[in-house]
């Protein structure tokens, strides 16, 4: 079979479409002949050597696919040949064929087309692991979206939205605060030009309770201190990336003082099944949000879609800056 392979970590020129050796379904899992797989930020600092595959995973990029099953491993049940599927992956996407746990299966919701399917679960599960398991979601909070234009930021405000939550996002340019708003955020800030600590003051100051309940934050260290400025007293705020750094100092008297909470949590690492697992965040996700989407009231946001040969293309672009949503790579 064919998939995307590096010889070492580098830019995306590295990226090359070429032979591998054939992946074959283990114990409990299907075999997968994927249409098509979706470009993540993981992709890319793994491409980078910062974000290396989980123990036992494919090295191969690609962390969710939509496709067919063409073969089930020993003891699978609940599937068949020929179902058609989108996988939540620890690896392996970028590839004709992908093995993957049935666990991490999920069907296609209706309405939405086989290929754009391959946006769905990374997003998805992300989102809801995390705003509605994690920090409870629920009509009548303010949340804030840091990045609200990405994949996950797109997503979420399309759910938070249906469930009568209160979003505000943070974006860096005017096209993509006026595609937020138009999935459904009530208040968008350029970061660029305004401080987001001020403008959601002014946004929830004639609230019942002013300051955010929950933050979805993307950025990690820089924003950490800001963040805990913003959150309203019981606030919630979620770290889910890393793009402002690692490292920094937090006062814990402004946590005391609002008694809030801060949690960081990641998906891929994550194990397939038990406690806190990919299974349980998928079924939960599968019942709450499929049912969003089937309704129309949640949509995949698709910024453009290519060849999976072009991967090293895809990658630059959401090296860019300028990608709005998902970018979609083609496989079959």
């Known amino acids: 079979m064919r ?28 075999l997968i002949h994927v249409a098509a797989t979706a470009v993540n930020r993981a992709d890319i600092l793994q491409r980078q050597g910062h974000y290396p595959s989980p123990p036992g995973a494919s090295p191969i990029l690609g962390l969710e696919c939509s496709g067919t099953i ?9 599937w068949s040949v020929g179902d058609e599927v989108c996988a939540l992956l620890s690896g392996g996407g970028y590839a004709e064929y992908v093995a993957v746990s049935s666990t991490q299966l999920m069907p296609i919701p209706k309405g ?3 290929h754009v399917a391959a946006c769905l679960p990374e997003a998805a599960c992300t989102v809801w692991s995390n705003l509605g398991m994690r920090a409870g979601m629920h009509r009548g909070q303010t949340l804030l979206i840091h990045g609200g234009a990405s994949g996950i930021g797109s997503h979420a405000i399309q759910v938070a939205r249906t469930m009568n939550v209160r979003v505000a996002v943070t974006a860096g ?16 800030i350029n970061y660029r030009q305004d401080d987001f600590v001020s403008e959601m003051a002014r946004f929830t ?19 950490l201190d800001r963040n805990l400025d913003v959150l309203g007293f019981d606030g919630h705020l979620i770290i889910i990336g890393l793009q402002g750094g690692r490292t920094a100092e937090i006062d814990l008297a402004k946590l005391l003082t609002k008694r809030a909470s801060v949690t960081a949590t990641n998906l891929r690492g994550r194990p ?23 309704a129309g009231l949640v949509r995949p946001v698709v910024h453009e879609e290519l060849a999976v040969s072009e991967a090293g293309r895809a990658h630059k672009l959401l090296d860019s800056g300028e990608v709005s949503g998902k970018l979609l790579l083609f496989v079959s």
């Open 3 to 30: 998939a995307i392979t590096m010889s070492q970590f580098g830019d995306p020129d590295v990226l090359r479409w070429d032979e591998v050796p054939d992946a074959t379904p283990g114990r409990g899992e299907v």
């Open 70 to 78: 063409v073969e089930l491993g020993e003891g699978v049940q609940g």
């Open 112 to 114: 939405i087309d086989l």
């Open 173 to 188: 340019s005017k096209e993509k605060l006026e595609l937020c708003h138009e999935l459904g955020a009530r208040y968008v």
């Open 205 to 223: 100051r004639d609230f019942t309770h002013p300051g955010a309940d929950i933050i979805l934050d993307i950025m990690g260290a820089k924003y």
């Open 272 to 294: 397939t099944t038990g406690q806190s697992s990919k299974d349980e965040i998928i079924r939960d996700t599968v019942r709450h949000v499929w049912p969003m989407i089937e």
